[in-house]
């Protein structure tokens, strides 16, 4: 695709459920990164894959975040019993591996109620 | 893992005048460097990048110089316009390992007309 694509644009869901974000990297694109980005702050990295493998999953925060991208393209990050501090926007990121920019999507805003 | 601090954290300059933004950086072995401008509920948008390899770059009304033995990187942005008004995002990341980009916390960037 033209540029990095994410779904939803907006979730709102309450406290203790279960969340699905999708990213669609730039066509491609072997490195696909999840950060998150809270109000006044810089994106904070979680995840970040290359190919189909998890290649650095330390800035997942806790073992209610997960992510998996089982074909090297789309990914998804799942969150599970959500928490209002999850509460943030959370951005996809995809390039051509090692030494190249990062493009970023547009981000999910979720909102835990 | 590495630590990138940025100054200030908010700048506001009169139309015309210049504008810098400074970052630091922890990991010597760090060799990229991009800047990436954020508008209001937007994606992060890269405007200049720059490898260790090279001290200065430079991009219309736009720059970013480096200094690897202080481990410090700035962006320079000179005949400021209102639609420069935004938040600019250092970042540093390590292209030979890794492949992670860590950001500053943003410098929300007012030019008032």
């Known amino acids: 695709g033209a540029g990095v694509s994410q779904t939803p644009s907006n979730k709102v869901t309450e406290k203790g459920k279960y969340v699905e974000l999708r990213c669609d990297p730039i066509s491609g694109h072997t490195a696909l990164y999840w950060y998150r980005q809270s109000l006044g702050q810089g994106p904070e990295f979680l995840i970040y894959f290359q190919g189909t493998g998890a290649a650095d999953d330390s800035g997942l925060p806790n073992d209610r975040f997960f992510a998996v991208r089982p074909e090297g393209s789309v990914s998804t990050l799942k969150i599970q019993r959500t928490e209002r501090g999850d509460s943030a926007v959370y951005l996809c990121?995809?390039?051509?591996?090692?030494?190249?920019?990062?493009?970023f999507g547009e981000g999910s805003w979720l909102t835990v109620v | 893992g590495e630590n990138v601090e940025q100054h200030p954290s908010t700048l506001s300059v009169q139309e015309g005048d210049s504008a810098v933004i400074k970052c630091t950086y922890s990991?010597?072995?760090?060799?990229?460097f991009p800047w990436y401008k954020q508008e209001l509920g937007k994606r992060p948008q890269l405007i200049i990048d720059i490898r260790s390899n090279v001290g200065e770059k430079k991009d219309q009304r736009i720059a970013v110089t480096l200094n690897k033995t202080a481990k410090h990187f700035s962006l320079h942005i000179t005949e400021t316009q209102p639609e420069d008004s935004a938040v600019y995002f250092c970042?540093?990341?390590?292209?030979?390992?890794?492949?992670?980009?860590?950001f500053g916390t943003g410098t929300s960037l007012t030019v008032i007309p």
């Open positions: 970042a540093a990341s390590r292209s030979n390992t890794g492949n992670q980009f860590y």
């Open positions: 990991d010597s072995a760090s060799n990229y």
């Open positions: 990121a995809s390039n051509m591996g090692p030494g190249n920019t990062i493009y």
